[in-house]
């Protein structure tokens, strides 16, 4: 049985109950394991009831038989449980009309891990030859025990190592896509930790924003604040992995903020951890049960495992966008640099590559180039969705009331966040176009020459053209990317 059921450990303990009661000439036999501080039942074959239920645990003490066997990791075998009442004031084999009783520790390595312990009715001593072969059975025992743990734990390995390799898969597969890695690893911690949900947040700006969840349980909220009264915050602002093992119970004192989610959802044991870069905390995974049941060493080692592949990705992703907005800032700046050589009596094709280029990687709607006449300013290029104010080749008096004239007029860089919170007095020029366009957020950069004299001591005033200078605006403008 034990070779045919390498990861099934029930058939084992109820096969070797059976046996030891049989062929032990006992009325029934109990198998005990140990959990912790406690001995927890596991397996029964005979008519005498038990006092304890299936999967029921009690304490690992020398006060009952099968408790002086684990701690003292001895056989114990007793001729007449009533006459030693004394010597075990926690059994309750008396009022079950138990007399001779017998119990021998399961060892693993010299440490106790459980217990086989087999009954009778009668005043009957066991046998050497049955107390030998009882033993026999515990280290049968033993070896079923061993057998699932290991066969579970490479198990759990080979999970884990076919969960990491989809992830790197995932990863490889899209090295510019964040949000596929994010998923699968969401999905894989909720089912290699056997939690009901996971949870993935990214620090953005002062909060946390969910960006991935598996599971059955809803997000209540996707944006929340980086405090320290919530499990997700805690875990952030102190960098360390937070396990509360009922959360329902620490909602009034240690986690106020949390306490409206946890009575919606229903949840009750939390595991969450820091995503962390170079130190730097950039996001938190986050996994949770309905039931209180704390999660294991091996599962919190294993989420910190998960927190790590997902800053891999993330980090990955960083850098191939980076190295894609670099190639492609590098090869607009080629394409404007090959027009200028191919047109170098014709600035048109020029301003128009400038204009399209602008727009394109700056993820704007439209882009437009002005040139300084005198006092006022005339479109030379334009290029976008959106219907200009005014037409290629119009002109417009040079003021503060529009965006390119403001920065004409203060030779610097404007960055308009939202033009429709601004008063509509600052900007009459456009204000009423703007809102026709639904047009939001504007930037606007001086194209300036700096005309360096023969003379030192002699100053020239800049000029507002466009010339070759504007390949440095342009990559002024870039980093931005409004």
């Not at 003292?72 to 004394?86: F, K, M």
């Not at 759990?156 to 699968?184: F, H, K, M």
């Not at 049941?293 to 998960?306: G, M, S, V, W, Y």
Request: aromatic share 4%; with cysteine.
């Amino acid at each position: 049985m034990i070779a045919s059921s390498p990861t099934e450990l029930q058939p084992v303990l109820d096969a070797i109950a059976e046996r030891a009661a049989r062929l032990c000439n006992a009325a029934d036999a109990v198998v005990w394991r140990v959990d912790g501080e406690v001995r927890r039942h596991v397996a029964h074959f005979g008519l005498i009831p038990t006092a304890s239920a299936l999967g029921e645990g009690r304490v690992s003490d020398r006060g009952t038989v099968p408790g002086r066997a684990i701690v003292d990791r001895q056989t114990i075998h007793v001729h007449d449980l009533r006459a030693a009442a004394a010597e075990f004031p926690g059994t309750r084999g008396i009022a079950l009309g138990l007399r001779t009783v017998l119990s021998t520790p399961l060892l693993r390595g010299g440490v106790a891990i459980g217990a086989i312990y087999i009954r009778r009715r009668k005043v009957h001593p066991f046998t050497e030859r049955q107390i030998k072969l009882l033993e026999t059975f515990a280290d049968q025992a033993v070896i079923a025990i061993e057998n699932a743990r290991l066969f579970n734990e490479l198990k759990e390995s080979l999970e884990q190592q076919t969960a990491t390799r989809g992830i790197l898969g995932v990863i490889a597969s899209s090295p510019t896509n964040i949000q596929p890695v994010l998923d699968v690893v969401a999905e894989n911690a909720a089912r290699l930790c056997e939690a009901n949900n996971a949870a993935i947040f990214r620090i953005e700006a002062d909060s946390l924003q969910c960006v991935a969840n598996y599971g059955p349980m809803p997000v209540t909220e996707m944006r929340r604040p980086i405090i320290r009264g919530s499990p997700a915050g805690r875990a952030v602002v102190d960098l360390q992995t937070i396990h509360v093992h009922d959360i329902a119970a620490e909602v009034e004192t240690e986690f106020p903020e949390y306490k409206h989610i946890q009575q919606r959802t229903g949840t009750r044991t939390v595991l969450t951890t820091s995503l962390l870069r170079e130190g730097v905390p950039i996001g938190v995974i986050f996994i949770r049960r309905t039931e209180v049941r704390p999660f294991t060493d091996k599962q919190i080692a294993l989420l910190k495992t998960f927190a790590d592949q997902a800053v891999i990705a993330i980090e990955n992703v960083r850098l191939f966008q980076g190295l894609k907005e670099s190639l492609e800032q590098q090869t607009a700046t080629s394409e404007i640099l090959g027009v200028i050589a191919s047109s170098p009596t014709d600035i048109q094709p020029v301003l128009d590559a400038v204009a399209e280029s602008s727009a394109r990687l700056c993820e704007s709607v439209d882009a437009q180039i002005w040139r300084v006449e005198g006092d006022m300013q005339r479109k030379v290029a334009s290029y976008g969705a959106i219907s200009p104010i005014l037409a290629v080749g119009e002109a417009r008096p040079i003021s503060r009331g529009s965006a390119s004239g403001r920065a004409i007029l203060d030779q610097q860089t404007l960055h308009t966040h939202d033009i429709w919170a601004e008063r509509e007095e600052d900007w009459p020029d456009i204000w009423h176009a703007v809102h026709r366009l639904g047009i939001r957020t504007a930037l606007s950069v001086p194209l300036c020459v700096r005309v360096f004299p023969l003379v030192p001591s002699r100053s020239v005033a800049p000029k507002f053209v466009l010339s070759q200078t504007s390949r440095s605006c342009f990559s002024r403008l870039l980093p931005t990317r409004q």
